[in-house]
């Protein structure tokens, strides 16, 4: 009985509440007004959305098999410490790296379906720079892995990384990267990419250098 008296006593405050309410406080102009602003507020929100999705399609560029897409030129400033020259569509960024080895990836956009019959072509943008240490010790140490970003997208809007996770039928996010490559002061390497990856390129005797005692 207790529980009982407790809800018939809760539930005529809410009738009370309720016909204060009607009484008092119900016009359907209001209502109207309400719905209309929330309207526009989730409009001016899709806006926000859309203009950040252009803005990020508008840093990929098509995949064109075997072009060039960024040149890295390896300069050491210290013991396993070297400053990298990245040139990519006429910008250039310098970056600190650590270790022995280099590696890179590539956000890459793939068409499908109706998109992809039309002509839409696969795309992508230069996303990451990282060195190792030959030792599992020293780079632990160093924490050297961690990757230099080569665009200025912070990963809450990274428009890439939201596609990998909802998994699209007709635009899906795929990932090229180079790994293990390299690093000796004053080389120089060219990134090519084709449909399937990318290809590092020696483009100085150091570089071939370090490729050929890499090996």
Same mark, same amino acid.
């Given at each position: ?18 016909? *204060?309410?009607? @009484? %008092? ?17 989730? *409009? ?15 840093? %990929? +560029?098509?995949?064109? &098999?075997?072009? +060039? ?5 390896? @300069?050491?400033?210290?013991?396993? +410490?070297? &400053?990298? @020259? ?5 910008? *250039? ?7 022995? #080895?280099?590696?890179? &990836? =590539? ?24 060195? +190792? ?24 809007? &990274? ?11 007709? *635009?899906?996010?795929?990932? %090229? ?11 120089? %390497? ?7 990856? #990318?290809?590092? =390129? ?14």
């Amino acid at each position: 009985m207790q529980y009982m008296g407790l809800a018939v006593l809760v539930g005529c405050i809410a009738l009370l509440l309720l016909y *204060l309410t009607g @009484r %008092f406080g119900w016009r359907l102009e209001w209502l109207f007004g309400w719905l209309k602003g929330c309207a526009l507020l989730v *409009l001016l929100g899709l806006c926000a959305v859309i203009a950040v999705l252009a803005w990020e399609l508008a840093q %990929f +560029r098509p995949i064109s &098999d075997g072009s +060039r897409i960024a040149t890295l030129e390896f @300069r050491q400033t210290g013991t396993q +410490r070297y &400053d990298v @020259r990245v040139e990519s569509a006429g910008a *250039l960024q310098v970056l600190p790296v650590q270790g022995h #080895l280099w590696e890179m &990836d =590539v956000q890459v956009l793939r068409w499908r379906g109706l998109p992809h019959m039309l002509g839409l072509e696969d795309g992508y943008r230069l996303n990451g720079l990282s060195g +190792r240490y030959l030792s599992l010790e020293q780079q632990r140490e160093m924490n050297a892995a961690l990757t230099q970003s080569l665009h200025a997208t912070p990963a809450w809007r &990274d428009a890439w990384r939201w596609l990998d996770r909802l998994n699209m039928n007709w *635009l899906y996010a795929d990932a %090229f990267a180079i790994r293990f490559m390299p690093i000796a002061d004053n080389a120089r %390497f060219a990134v090519e990419i084709g449909a399937t990856g #990318l290809s590092p =390129v020696a483009m100085n005797p150091q570089a071939l250098e370090a490729m050929k005692g890499f090996e």
